[in-house]
């Protein structure tokens, strides 16, 4: 069996304000999102090595690696800081190798997720209204799962054979405004 490919897909983000969160939280948080990662990526990375045909490997990162979460989800916000970190260094090291890393930062995109991510905030007293988000989006709308799919299969496609270490922002425009 061959590995050609590697989706790191995983994002938690448990709402803990920034005063009350414990070391546990932030262990959780970190350990899922980078050390996941990291170790997704360590033990494929040495498949694809022995293989000797390249391969892809794309995480998922987050647009609050660019700008911070406006609702304070500060171990999440680090924790996809740490995506892209790993990202950049594990494309130098892996480029050799024939093998591309990249990482897609998707901005506001609804998913069941991102709706129960809203329904914890407002218990926490922060309501945030999704029409009035999606208004500000330069591209009027919440993204899809598929925005994002689409922007990963091309990372995963030989459409990318010369893009390594980059960043994609899959956010319609959100963080230009």
Wanted: aromatic residues 6%.
């Amino acid at each position: 069996q061959t590995i050609d490919i590697l989706i790191n897909n995983v994002g938690i983000f448990p709402f803990t304000p920034f005063a009350r969160l414990d070391p546990s939280t932030w262990d959780y948080v970190l350990d899922t999102n980078v050390k996941g990662a990291f170790l997704c990526t360590q033990k494929v990375s040495q498949k694809m090595i022995s293989q000797s045909k390249g391969g892809r490997i794309v995480n998922i990162s987050s647009i609050v690696a660019r700008r911070p979460s406006p609702v304070g989800l500060v171990n999440h916000d680090v924790s996809k800081h740490g995506v892209v970190g790993l990202t950049k260094s594990t494309a130098l090291l892996l480029a050799p190798h024939g093998i591309w890393v990249n990482a897609v930062l998707p901005g506001t995109i609804k998913t069941d997720g991102s709706q129960k991510h809203v329904q914890e905030l407002s218990k926490h007293g922060l309501n945030i209204d999704m029409a009035m988000v999606a208004k500000k989006i330069p591209a009027g709308r919440q993204g899809t799962t598929d925005d994002v799919a689409k922007t990963v299969l091309f990372l995963s496609s030989e459409f990318s054979t010369y893009i390594t270490g980059t960043e994609i922002l899959v956010d319609g425009g959100w963080l230009l405004v």
